[in-house]
């Protein structure tokens, strides 16, 4: 028993958690290489090495993935102080680069110094496609205005392909269900965002984020284009570039009359309280979400407006409505805290409705007494997940306009 615990605790030391053994790095200078300051963890690692995010076999584990920053050029390496080279039963080390390498496309440097020789190369790399948006923002911790620069493209652009194979292995680190799409089918569309800056007096574009968007038909005569990845590159995170992007997004496709509404491939918590920001700024310079207007309700004139105006469904301008009408609300006064309340829970209660009423074609089959008994726990649990569903979308709406207050 004694040699099988010491045996376990040998090889738990070469069981390593790969999100931090990952080290991501966009590189820009030479100098950034040795400097920690610029490295970064991903969130996820499952899809590449499985569901407890893990690998075995390594003690001191580093996996290198460094990019230059404007092409995107990678770097690949794996370092480790030592490494498990008895058999042991049932147990094997795991192969990392085989893993790896199923998502890192070819062309990669494995030496540093060739990686340095790529790094220079930068200086050529020009954004792909055309530009349809620029802005700037101030840096406080450099005294100084950015100015970033976000282009539309397709797959059909010389070297692109190639770009976007190194763009999206950052899925799979910061997406926990990401999937690579079929670059090929040529309904896709893409927005990249980047950051233009000098270097010795010459221009260069260092990666931000990316947006891609597949244009599905709509009958009879309509597109209706669905965003399928969306992500702002970690270092970049919490500066404004994603309602920078999703607003840039917004607009393109407001100007086709082609375009029926925008929507989301199954978008993210974080995605839906962005998309909330960004389509409530847009509207609430619109005449149907007037102040006055707010007060008597959601109402067709809103749903209309919010369409022709922004290309926005149904859906989200009822959400737009209700992130508006909070600011006009005073909750402090009871009776309009509670018709705000109570017309937020109605929309909330709609899935309650619609699981009645498929509950009702089934209690022919059911005894009297079971009935009353789920239909007292049904009314208890509908009336506690409302008031909860409820505190936490107030909540999220006052975000929201926090938001819009500081713009």
Not at 28 to 43: C, H, I, Q
Not at 92 to 120: A, R, W
Not at 199 to 209: I, N, Y
Not at 368 to 389: I, K, R
Request: glycine share 4%; aromatic share 14%.
């Amino acid at each position: 028993m004694a040699n099988l615990l010491n045996l376990e605790k040998k090889l738990a030391e070469y069981k390593c958690d790969t999100n931090k053994a990952i080290r991501l790095k966009l590189v820009r200078f030479a100098e950034d290489l040795e400097d920690e300051t610029t490295s970064f963890n991903p969130l996820y690692s499952h899809q590449v090495f499985g569901d407890e995010e893990s690998v075995f076999g390594y003690k001191d584990l580093e996996i290198q993935l460094y990019y230059t920053t404007c092409s995107l050029t990678t770097f690949f390496n794996i370092k480790y102080s030592s490494k498990v080279i008895e058999k042991y039963d049932n147990v094997e080390v795991d192969n990392i680069e085989s893993k790896l390498l199923e998502y890192i496309p070819t062309g990669y440097c494995s030496n540093l110094d060739e990686f340095i020789v790529q790094l220079e190369k930068d200086a050529s790399f020009r954004p792909f496609g055309s530009l349809i948006h620029s802005y700037t923002m101030y840096d406080d911790k450099e005294g100084l205005e950015l100015n970033y620069e976000i282009y539309k493209t397709d797959i059909t652009c010389p070297g692109f392909k190639e770009y976007h194979e190194r763009l999206q292995t950052f899925l799979i680190w910061f997406i926990e269900t990401a999937s690579f799409i079929d670059v090929d089918d040529d309904k896709w569309q893409f927005f990249l965002v980047f950051e233009r800056y000098l270097e010795d007096g010459s221009p260069r574009f260092a990666t931000v984020g990316y947006m891609t968007v597949y244009n599905f038909y709509a009958y009879p005569d309509k597109m209706r284009p669905r965003i399928g990845q969306m992500l702002v590159l970690p270092p970049f995170q919490g500066e404004g570039h994603g309602a920078q992007l999703m607003e840039t997004v917004q607009r393109f496709y407001t100007t086709k009359p082609s375009i029926l509404d925008i929507t989301a491939e199954e978008p993210s918590e974080d995605f839906v309280k962005l998309r909330d920001f960004v389509l409530a700024k847009l509207c609430q310079e619109l005449h149907a979400f007037a102040p006055e207007k707010l007060g008597k309700g959601f109402s067709a004139e809103m749903v209309e407006e919010a369409r022709r105006t922004w290309k926005i469904n149904k859906h989200h301008s009822r959400r737009v409505y209700e992130i508006l009408r909070l600011r006009v609300t005073n909750m402090s006064d009871a009776v309009q805290s509670s018709e705000y309340r109570l017309d937020v829970k109605r929309r909330l209660a709609i899935p309650f409705k619609k699981n009645k009423k498929e509950a009702t074609r089934l209690s022919r089959l059911m005894p009297e007494d079971w009935l009353a008994q789920q239909a007292e726990m049904s009314l208890s649990q509908e009336q506690e997940y409302l008031e909860e569903t409820y505190q936490s979308t107030v909540e999220q709406y006052r975000r929201i306009l926090e938001r819009l207050a500081r713009i």
